[in-house]
Nanobody, 116 residues
Framework: QVQVVESGGGLVQPGGSLRLSCTFS????????MHWFRQAPGKEREFVAQ????????DYGDSMKGRCTISRDNAKNTVYLQMNSLKPEDTAVYHC?????????WGQGIQVTVSS
């Protein structure tokens, strides 16, 4: 059974930083590309970042490009999203997702609120 343990969200002031993490179990983590998405209230889900199985390939969505870094630790079955220079418009629920070609495993979502 697939399980996901998420951490790192919360309330942060504009300009601040957060690091989100998702630790997966129940499948071969290193065989799956990892993604981060986000969804703000009343808006569609938005792509944030993705990283290949080995970590050699990384791509970012336009909304946070230059302000976030995706990484993974295959020994710990964990994917990270380091977010810097946060803005109020970054307020959203952030979701991690493992993609294996035929299946997707989603985290429950991490609330990030950027406000003074």
């Amino acid at each position: 059974q697939v399980q996901v343990v998420e951490s790192g969200g919360g309330l942060v002031q504009p300009g601040g930083s957060l690091r989100l993490s998702c630790t997966f179990s129940g499948f071969t983590f290193s065989d799956h590309a990892m993604h981060w998405f986000r969804q703000a209230p009343g808006k569609e889900r938005e792509f944030v970042a993705q990283i290949t199985t080995s970590g050699s390939g990384i791509d970012y969505g336009d909304s946070m490009k230059g302000r976030c870094t995706i990484s993974r630790d295959n020994a710990k079955n964990t994917v990270y999203l380091q977010m810097n220079s946060l803005k109020p418009e970054d307020t959203a629920v952030y979701h991690c997702m493992a993609y294996g070609g035929k299946e997707e495993y989603w985290g429950q979502g991490i609330q990030v609120t950027v406000s003074s």
